[in-house]
């Protein structure tokens, strides 16, 4: 199990040979993967967006893990200023060129020792849960159901927005475990 939960990400495209990257990131979870879920008018979303007309699918490369989130910056930072944004006849689709020196200044948290471990096996027995309740509703269960049924409901500044569940059904799907319908249910996958 990871340590530091951040990493440094780059996205490729695949009509090229060998594959060029296109974007470099950090982040944590999914973070590399969710910029195909959104498509806007920005020079890396009109790259994604060519990418997916020609039939073919973003290549996602993790170039490091086990990360602090200082590490991720530096790290994103010098990969950035040497493959060069295009707006500066580089590369990268990036919208900026973070300055390296200035990275421990954006660092905000602290983490404290054993956090992120606890923070992993809560999330272990979590998704768990999900997939046993999953497996025993054939049918599938919706986002609301897992929330509801499980005690994981958001009642956050008066809201019911239930992002919890709905990120623990996201990190199901990606491991492959669970898979999402056309009626917006989510079955489990038998292993």
Same mark, same amino acid.
């Given at each position: 199990?990871?340590?530091?939960?951040?990493?440094?990400?780059?996205?490729?495209?695949?009509?090229?040979?060998?594959?060029?990257?296109?974007?470099?990131?950090?982040?944590?979870?999914?973070?590399?993967?969710?910029?195909?879920? @959104?498509?806007?008018?920005?020079?890396?979303?009109?790259?994604?967006?060519?990418?997916?007309?020609?039939?073919?699918?973003?290549?996602?490369?993790?170039?490091?893990?086990?990360?602090?989130?200082?590490?991720?910056?530096?790290?994103?930072?010098? !990969?950035?200023?040497?493959?060069?944004?295009?707006?500066?006849?580089? !590369?990268?689709?990036?919208?900026?060129?973070?300055?390296?020196?200035?990275?421990?200044?954006?660092?905000?948290?602290?983490?404290?020792?054993?956090?992120?471990?606890?923070?992993?096996?809560?999330?272990?027995?979590?998704?768990?849960?999900?997939?046993?309740?999953?497996?025993?509703?054939?049918?599938?269960?919706?986002?609301?159901?897992?929330?509801?049924?499980?005690?994981?409901?958001?009642?956050?500044?008066?809201?019911?927005?239930?992002?919890?569940?709905?990120?623990?059904?996201?990190?199901?799907?990606?491991?492959?475990?669970?898979?999402?319908?056309?009626?917006?249910?989510? @079955?489990?996958?038998?292993?």
């Amino acid at each position: 199990m990871a340590q530091n939960p951040f990493y440094v990400y780059a996205l490729k495209d695949p009509r090229e040979r060998p594959a060029k990257a296109f974007y470099i990131g950090k982040g944590t979870g999914n973070r590399a993967w969710e910029h195909q879920t @959104v498509e806007d008018d920005s020079e890396k979303g009109l790259v994604i967006k060519a990418i997916h007309e020609s039939g073919h699918s973003v290549l996602h490369t993790v170039i490091t893990d086990n990360l602090n989130e200082e590490q991720a910056l530096k790290i994103e930072a010098e !990969l950035i200023a040497a493959f060069g944004i295009r707006s500066r006849g580089g !590369l990268l689709t990036n919208k900026i060129q973070p300055n390296p020196e200035t990275i421990t200044k954006k660092v905000r948290a602290n983490i404290p020792e054993g956090c992120y471990e606890k923070a992993q096996m809560g999330l272990g027995i979590l998704k768990s849960a999900i997939m046993e309740l999953a497996k025993a509703n054939p049918e599938g269960v919706k986002n609301s159901d897992a929330a509801k049924y499980l005690g994981l409901q958001s009642d956050y500044g008066g809201g019911s927005k239930d992002y919890l569940t709905y990120s623990l059904l996201g990190l199901l799907m990606k491991e492959g475990r669970i898979e999402r319908t056309e009626k917006r249910r989510h @079955v489990a996958k038998s292993e």
